[in-house]
């Protein structure tokens, strides 16, 4: 698996169906088959990505 923001494959696992980037801190999680990209805040906050990554097919 290849993060979708930096390419990087240091991805860790944080719980079922969800994953993080060590190398650009972005939080991925895999509902209903579709990929939903989240950055950390430094208050701890999630912020969706999923407007950056839309499949432009679909």
């Known amino acids: 698996m290849k993060c979708p923001n930096c390419q990087s494959s240091d991805i860790g696992r944080i719980g079922e169906q969800q994953y993080y ?3 650009c801190f972005i ?3 895999f509902v209903d088959g579709a990929m939903h990209v989240r950055e950390i805040e430094e208050d701890g906050s999630l ?3 999923d407007d950056l990554f839309l499949d432009e097919n679909g």
């Open 27 to 29: 939080e991925m999680a």
């Open 47 to 49: 912020s969706s990505l």
């Open 21 to 23: 980037c060590w190398n």
